[in-house]
């Protein structure tokens, strides 16, 4: 078993990656002083991932959209006492997600911190599926999609991925439609648990009250070890086109909800950190609460404070995202691609520049103390192959020239689209 301790000298921080026996990466990152611990047990496995064979296999199988979502709300039953029921006991705090790409289950507890890990392992290495308990879960599932279908800001965002998106799953709703989880057997469960919760496709990352020796106790014990496998994805062509311009969708709101967005083209199926970096900090600078876009918007009444901006990545996926609510979306969009331009002509200030960049280095840093953020922090850092450390450097040494080259290259017009939700005349 290998331990290697990573340090930062900005923060005074460390944490340690330990490569466990059982094939599983282990992520530690102690806080002395803290009351409460927080684990989270993920696998690289989300709603993208509906075409999939092994590296030994000849053919692909392909699965009903919402089956990750599915499985992650199945897993926490067993023949006896559901996981839910056992954290209970322990006074732990649990849920789970699943994401584009990622599916991850988590606690939190002031106590009994070894107990509730072994439960956490435990029943995410122990899944129990029959046709019985699939059937139940289906209506359960579909009231939640009827859910989503009435959530404004949800629709708004899902409508502008399938205007920006052609092919890529990502323009699928997580949890899928009706009619694709009515398809889904207790069978496909089970292949696709055996394929992709393999420990060698997973990361456990813990943060708070707690120390390497107590966690390795607990996964000495308690992981299965498995055999190593390679996981080859299959995704269309996505063309650089867009598949349409503009989605309006009637729902019961008080008032219009927006999504604008840009499709980048994603040239390297993960992003690297410093992307991410410049990218977030560029979005700060043309829209974050400091701008002068965001007070002329707000002045003029043309949005209001949910107004936000984000940089949305994922395997084989690359967007620029702006949403919020307004009257008139269209003037925001437009106001949008305006301040865009004007950048581009007049370049960035050095001020407002060096204003933004402190404040996001400040936040990052003060991110830190946040042991959910930690945790969560971890597994995004290892299933992109990136390090804890590496965002908090970058935007230390970040420049006004990275950003202006970033400006150039991205937020092309020829690849934007707008979503509206809005109610009926």
């Not at 849920?95 to 289950?105: L, P």
């Not at 002031?110 to 899944?127: H, T, W």
């Not at 966690?215 to 299959?234: G, H, N, S």
Request: include cysteine; proline fraction near 3%; charge should be negative.
């Amino acid at each position: 078993m290998n331990i290697k301790e990573n340090y930062s000298e900005i923060l005074g921080e460390k944490y340690f990656e330990i490569e466990h026996e059982s094939g599983l990466k282990i992520l530690v990152m102690p806080k002395e002083n803290y009351s409460s611990a927080y684990a989270l047990f993920g696998t690289r496995y989300g709603s993208i991932d509906t075409k999939f064979k092994l590296s030994n296999e000849e053919e692909f199988t392909e699965v009903p959209e919402g089956i990750a979502h599915f499985l992650e709300h199945k897993l926490f039953e067993s023949e006896e006492l559901d996981a839910f029921a056992r954290y209970a006991k322990t006074g732990a705090s649990a849920n789970a997600y699943t994401s584009f790409d990622r599916t991850c289950y988590l606690f939190q507890c002031s106590a009994n911190f070894k107990e509730n890990l072994k439960i956490l392992i435990d029943f995410v290495q122990n899944p129990y599926f029959t046709a019985e308990t699939v059937k139940k879960e289906q209506g359960i599932i579909g009231q939640e999609i009827q859910m989503y279908l009435d959530s404004p800001g949800w629709m708004s965002m899902f409508n502008l991925l399938r205007c920006l998106y052609v092919n890529h799953p990502v323009r699928i709703d997580i949890a899928g439609t009706r009619e694709s989880i009515a398809q889904i057997t207790d069978t496909l469960l089970y292949e696709c648990y055996n394929t992709f919760y393999n420990l060698s496709n997973m990361a456990l990352a813990v943060a708070g009250n707690v120390s390497v020796d107590e966690v390795l106790e607990v996964c000495d014990e308690y992981l299965k070890p498995c055999k190593p496998i390679t996981i080859e994805r299959a995704f269309k062509d996505e063309p650089r086109d867009i598949n349409k311009d503009r989605e309006e969708y009637i729902l019961d709101v008080g008032m219009p909800v927006f999504a604008f967005g840009y499709k980048e083209e994603c040239k390297n199926a993960i992003q690297s950190v410093k992307d991410t970096v410049e990218c977030e900090l560029m979005l700060e600078i043309i829209a974050g609460k400091m701008s002068p876009l965001y007070k002329e918007l707000l002045d003029k009444g043309l949005i209001n404070p949910s107004f936000s901006a984000e940089y949305f990545t994922g395997n084989g996926f690359e967007a620029i995202m702006f949403e919020g609510e307004s009257e008139k979306p269209d003037e925001v969009a437009k106001a949008i691609k305006a301040e865009v331009k004007r950048l581009r002509k007049e370049g960035i200030d050095s001020e407002p520049f060096e204003a933004v960049r402190r404040s996001m280095y400040g936040k990052e840093i003060m991110s830190y103390n946040d042991i959910d953020n930690i945790a969560n922090s971890l597994i995004a850092c290892e299933f992109n192959s990136w390090k804890l450390f590496d965002a908090v450097r970058h935007y230390k040494n970040v420049t006004k020239a990275d950003i202006e080259k970033k400006l150039n290259e991205k937020l092309d017009e020829r690849y934007c689209a707008l979503s509206i939700v809005k109610k009926g005349e």
